[in-house]
């Protein structure tokens, strides 16, 4: 470990990144699995395609970058694809 006093800060601020992003996470999975369970109660489809598009369009919107627009798709069908494996668990 280093201890150059930049490094060592730098390196807390990227763990508290990391924490509020696994914070973030959870909550959205507890969120989705809430609508989950609101769908399943009314006979709804889960998963939305169209709706899907939709949010991926607004995050399109949102990014100011330095995320690349390449990147901002790949690790949001990850979220997804993980927020859907997840609540199919319960």
Same mark, same amino acid.
Do not use: C
């Given at each position: 470990?280093? =201890?150059?006093?930049?490094?060592?800060?730098? *390196?807390?601020?990227?763990?508290? %990144?990391? &924490?509020?992003?696994?914070?973030? /996470?959870?909550?959205?999975?507890?969120?989705?699995?809430?609508?989950?369970?609101?769908?399943?109660?009314?006979?709804? =489809?889960?998963?939305?395609?169209?709706?899907? *598009?939709?949010?991926?369009?607004? %995050?399109? &919107?949102?990014?100011?970058?330095? /995320?690349?627009?390449?990147?901002?798709?790949?690790?949001?069908?990850?979220?997804?694809?993980?927020?859907?494996?997840?609540?199919?668990?319960?």
């Amino acid at each position: 470990m280093s =201890d150059d006093p930049l490094v060592v800060e730098l *390196r807390g601020q990227i763990l508290d %990144l990391d &924490r509020r992003i696994i914070d973030a /996470l959870n909550a959205r999975l507890r969120l989705v699995a809430q609508l989950k369970r609101y769908k399943a109660a009314r006979g709804l =489809d889960f998963v939305d395609r169209d709706r899907e *598009r939709w949010m991926a369009e607004q %995050l399109h &919107r949102a990014n100011a970058g330095p /995320l690349s627009q390449e990147g901002l798709e790949e690790i949001f069908a990850e979220i997804l694809d993980l927020t859907k494996r997840e609540v199919l668990k319960e």
